[in-house]
Nanobody, 120 residues
Framework: VQLQAWGGGLVQAGGSLRLSCTASVRTFSNYVMGWFRQAPGKEREWVSCIGVSEGSSSYPDSVKGRFTISRDSAKDTVYLQMNSLKPEDTAVYYC??????????????WGKGTQVTVSS
């Protein structure tokens, strides 16, 4: 499984960005997907998970209500819509894939990150 994320950039506080991650995999719908982030000097942090079906998603309190994960099985792509961005959201964002039950603590595949910078 290969994962390619993009969509990061520089945005002002209060703004929005949408990250995308495309998976090169035979059966995208077999995998749960997740987004994670890592800020300089900090540990990697879970941001969101989505199950094999569109209706199952989860978030930590730090992003709940601001971030939305979704997936498009026709495009083998998972998205992260980020609204009301804060400077503390600044980090490198990674997408990851796992077999069902693996998100967030048992991710099997990781993509290269995309930088998100939120200015105050």
């Amino acid at each position: 499984v290969q994962l390619q994320a993009w969509g990061g950039g520089l945005v002002q506080a209060g703004g929005s960005l949408r990250l995308s991650c495309t998976a090169s995999v035979r059966t995208f719908s077999n995998y749960v997907m997740g987004w994670f982030r890592q800020a300089p000097g900090k540990e990697r942090e879970w941001v969101s998970c989505i199950g094999v079906s569109e209706g199952s998603s989860s978030y930590p309190d730090s992003v709940k209500g601001r971030f939305t994960i979704s997936r498009d099985s026709a495009k083998d792509t998972v998205y992260l819509q980020m609204n009301s961005l804060k400077p503390e959201d600044t980090a490198v964002y990674y997408c990851a894939a796992a077999i069902p039950g693996g998100c967030p603590h048992g991710m099997d595949y990781w993509g290269k990150g995309t930088q998100v910078t939120v200015s105050s």
